[in-house]
């Protein structure tokens, strides 16, 4: 059920990087990289470590 959560998390984190005009942006990346270190506290790395890689990925990219 957790690893489902952290899928979920995941995607949505991954829509939220690219939903949005600039300024929505923003604020999209500021929630995804919220949400990204809430996930990562509580152990999503572990349990869905190639979902996590993947939106650490996305949110440095959006980031840079």
Do not use: C, H, P, W
């Not at 959560?5 to 300024?23: C, N, P, T, Y």
């Not at 929630?31 to 270190?37: E, P």
């Amino acid at each position: 059920m957790s690893g489902r959560l952290i899928m979920r998390v995941s995607a949505f984190v991954l829509v939220g990087l690219f939903a949005g005009r600039a300024s929505a942006q923003n604020s999209s990346l500021d929630q995804a990289k919220s949400i990204y270190a809430n996930a990562a506290s509580n152990g999503g790395t572990d349990r869905a470590s190639l979902e996590m890689a993947r939106a650490r990925a996305s949110i440095d990219a959006a980031d840079s």
